[in-house]
Nanobody, 121 residues
Framework: QVQLVESGGGLVQAGGSLRLSCAVS????????MGWYRQAPGKQRELVAS???????NYADSVKGRFTISRDNAGYTVYLDMTSVKLEDTAVYYC???????????????WGKGTLVTVSS
């Protein structure tokens, strides 16, 4: 069984910083890309940032220059460093991982349950 557990969400003032973490555990052969998505009230879930096993990153235009995604050396934990946060960054942030559970299985995407980030004025 594969689990993704996010942590680090909470209340932060506009202009402040926050670090989200997501740890992947379980029976895993390899992890390809990992990413962070967010869903604000009444809106669709959207990509915030992603990172491949090779370290290539991709960001939504709305967070470029403010957020940084990274992975630990083992590749099983992904971080999202959020700086200069804005009111519109308020959302539930979800971690996902594109991985293979065994050498003979196809890649599948797994999701965490989300962590709430609330930005106050």
């Amino acid at each position: 069984q594969v689990q993704l557990v996010e942590s680090g969400g909470g209340l932060v003032q506009a202009g402040g910083s926050l670090r989200l973490s997501c740890a992947v555990s379980g029976s895993i052969f390899s992890i390809n890309a990992m990413g962070w998505y967010r869903q604000a009230p009444g809106k669709q879930r959207e990509l915030v940032a992603s990172i491949t096993s090779g370290g290539s990153t991709n960001y939504a235009d709305s967070v470029k220059g403010r957020f940084t995604i990274s992975r630990d050396n083992a590749g099983y934990t992904v971080y999202l460093d959020m700086t200069s946060v804005k009111l519109e960054d308020t959302a539930v942030y979800y971690c996902n991982a594109d991985l293979r559970r065994t050498i003979s299985t196809y890649r599948s995407t797994y999701w965490g349950k989300g962590t709430l980030v609330t930005v106050s004025s």
